[in-house]
């Protein structure tokens, strides 16, 4: 197994520098000066250079080729095999991407990036336009050196979501979609619910402190990571053994620093509960975006929007703000926290509302990509969208078409992963209590260990062995489907709302 | 110039890198949870492997040859001549240590530096003793490869003082030692000061505040820099734009935070007053260590403990910090921090002792370096040079001959840029008032730019044109020498404490 052992040794060298570029990521969004920027990207384009040259040098081809030679006689399900199959699937496409076409789309990204956050701030469609034509025409040109089957979107797809396809995303969203427009559509019918008491004055040392409480409640291991104040909430991992996450507070706006965190903290757990025994190998990963979003969306609504959840923490919550919830009621705050209300900005949408939001990007970039939809045609195919989903139209661009950053960075194909996540927390929920049923009993006594331990056997510690269709399979008996999320929001938002 | 432009590229590549390790560095001083530190050193590894292995190349020579043979024509202080002169030197250095000899070392000092720890807390030379008599050893072989003309220290001495020999370094103390004992033992024979006034209760908000108000006053860049709490005060730069200090509180001892911030900034001026052109370059660096301790001893003390600038803000100090310093005035708010006492420990020395303890550490290291003195034998020659100089003998090890971190990571030769900086911070301060005599008016009306101009004039900007000697001799028009420095302790300290 000598080249098996020194392909290892080769990619643990490249993941140790990939982690230092992390370490550099976290620093820019979370301490780094202004001044810091210029260089920064400099350091950032070093390391990219380096990881991207030892990744595809011809030595890393010779070494993965022995080692696939040594491991012909083992199991199909032994780790080497495992290990080979996801490094060859790395491999394979990094090689297929010309140097250069890197090179461009990441110029272009980066004159993009400042040209979106101008064209949001004028609400102007036609300043961004262009540069997305280029970041679209770039996309098309990797996605066919990429090469697919069936539709152009997969090939972009299978960046986030190996081995998933658009027709197979498609299917779910379909299955999925008249449940979820006829749910916004009762409970729009519904009295309405008031969310003012979130909307008083939090304390922010306050917030940093119940929030640090609760994710330590939940499982997260300080020694194994910490929180910091970023602009934008993220989570990072430079190994098992150092995972962060951060988050921003609003006084007046009590769920962006507390739900955001136990969002974030769904993510760690993820990347602190990779099996000890992997560290440094390619299986110490995630299976793909979509299951690291399952897990930040279990935490967060399935576990942290929970009537049993409050039941444990909003006393402490109460005492932890005096005077500002005094004349609140629990099931007043239960409420609260779970308002379902149509509106423009994906990030701040609820649980019900949240995948049609996905669903309409999803469906734009597919039309985007295979030249169905014209890039000046967006807007308005977006505003009859919303129309349609949510029974709302944007009055403007950065309401509607320009507030994401993800066309600006060519993050075609990502969109889907966060319904995926999404729609796969409550099936994994689903199947938890099946297999423990003390689960939902522990829960309610504010005891997370079982359920976090199931998600460590059966999520977190196979880490990258399987696709995420076939650890889905493995775990859940099915593909992915979305009958357990739409039965867990008719269930929860019936009740709520007092739907028949 | 094909070659030297490709070899400008290729360094800075590396510094790129280098400066991304750095990052990793600050992370791991100031936010990094413990978790951490494994995947940190291994990360550490790797990038120490590639700046090494990419300086060292054989593209490197090649391209470093070519462009040699381009520059021919160009004046002798042509930056591109200056900038080659400074590479020849890095590269010939670099590739003189075999790689074996450099892994075993990092070996060494890894395993050095907990024996060293543990030995410390039992006050135990006996237990550090071996792994010293290793570290020696191979420092020996190291300054055999690097080679020297006169002793062996001088080999590792010119890491950390390019150009610098001990003869010299040896000269200056000779004539700085006897006036220093004498003034150390008039001062003894004086009627005390007392510095309890600075062990009050200082509110470490209140200490970070007003520390920042300062060091923003003297000029250090805070969009260009930050400070953060550190277990160890310390300065770091990724590039002249992103210089970082680093900072403790001691609630009961205000100079630890305040003063040590004062110094940081010495060092971080330095830093951030490169020359703008000189970005990437191998000339946007310091000439030496010892140059570098120069800018933060100016600061920290010439200026900092000085009359002129405590009358300024003496006044926003007791503002800052109500009730505590109510009922000491100015004048003894002065002499507190000026306060002379022989001590044990070296980084508490005052500005008279200090320069003992530094002399101390040179003669040992030397006389260990050439085998004059065995290891066994050093607390014995401790203790001896302690009584001899500042009249005070430890009651153990700890306080003595194992307080000091250096050894236990082989930096022989490091000392004396300590005490070589704090003599040259005399030298070109008189150096300054004499060319601009204004600074000395500037100073006692809280103006600080003149000096900040001088400086950057002729120490920054100039970045690593010169060797350190070079330096001083362009600026001062005279080498490095003590009699400046000791005027100036005799100065101030005289009337201090009312010496005739």
């Known amino acids: 197994m000598e080249n098996y052992s020194k392909l290892l040794d080769r990619l643990k060298e490249i993941t140790h520098l990939g982690r230092a570029g992390a370490v550099l990521g976290w620093d820019q969004q979370c301490y780094m000066p202004p001044g810091g920027a210029e260089e920064r990207s400099e350091e950032f384009a070093v390391i990219g250079k380096f990881t991207h040259e030892l990744f595809t040098a011809s030595e ?9 030679a040594e491991v012909t006689n083992l199991s199909p399900d032994s780790d080497e095999r495992l290990t080979l199959r996801m490094v060859r699937r790395d491999f394979d496409q990094a090689v297929k991407i010309p140097s250069a076409l890197v090179s461009e789309l990441a110029r272009e990204e980066g004159l993009a990036h400042e040209i979106w956050v101008k064209a949001r701030q004028d609400s102007d469609w036609k300043q961004f336009a262009p540069k997305l034509e280029k970041l679209l025409d770039l996309s098309r040109q990797k996605a066919e050196y990429l090469g697919y089957t069936d539709r152009i979107y997969d090939a972009l797809l299978d960046q986030y979501e190996p081995g998933r396809t658009s027709a197979e995303v498609e299917t779910v969203f379909n299955n999925l979609r008249p449940g979820l427009v006829k749910l916004v559509h009762d409970i729009a019918a519904a009295p309405p619910i008031s969310d003012a008491c979130l909307r008083r004055d939090f304390d922010e040392d306050a917030q940093k402190a119940f929030s640090e409480y609760v994710i330590g409640r939940l499982g997260y291991d300080f020694t194994r990571g910490r929180q910091d104040k970023a602009v934008h909430p993220f989570c990072t991992s430079f190994g098992r053994n150092d995972v962060r996450i951060t988050t921003r507070y609003e006084k007046n706006w009590l769920p962006s620093s507390l739900m955001g965190s136990i969002h974030e903290t769904g993510h760690a757990l993820y990347e602190q ?3 000890p025994g992997d560290d440094g190998s390619p299986l110490s990963n995630s299976a793909s975006l979509g299951i690291h979003e399952s897990q930040s969306r279990l935490w967060e609504n399935i576990v942290g929007r929970s009537r049993s959840f409050w ?3 909003y006393p402490e919550l109460q005492q932890r703000f005096p005077g500002v919830l005094d004349n609140i009621s629990l099931n007043d705050f239960y409420r609260a926290i779970n308002r379902v209300e149509p509106s423009f900005i994906r990030v701040e949408a609820d649980e019900v509302t949240y995948n049609l939001h996905i669903m309409l990007r999803f469906e734009l970039e597919q039309a985007m990509m295979d030249g169905s939809l014209k890039v000046a045609d967006v807007p308005e195919a977006w505003n009859e969208k919303m129309r349609s989903y949510l029974g709302i139209v944007p009055e403007n661009d950065a309401q509607g078409c320009l507030q994401d950053v993800h066309w600006s960075a060519a993050l075609f194909g990502y969109f889907p992963t966060y319904s995926l996540g999404t729609i796969l927390s409550a099936q994994l929920y ?10 939902t009993t522990d829960l309610e006594n504010g005891a997370f260990e079982s359920l976090l331990e199931w998600l460590r056997t059966h999520v977190h510690r196979p880490g990258r062995r399987y ?3 076939e650890l889905i399979e493995r775990i859940c008996g099915e593909p992915a489907q979305s009958h357990s999320y739409l039965n867990y929001l008719n269930s929860k938002f019936g009740a709520l709302y007092g739907l028949s």
Do not use: R, S, W, Y
Not at 60 to 68: D, F, N, P
Not at 430 to 439: F, M, Y
């Open 311 to 313: 039941n444990i923490f």
């Open 467 to 469: 696709l995420p269709a």
């Open 430 to 439: 689903e199947k938890a209590i099946k297999d423990n049923p003390a689960i």
């Open 273 to 275: 509960g990779f099996a």
């Open 60 to 68: 890393t081809q010779k070494l993965l080729e022995g080692a696939e």
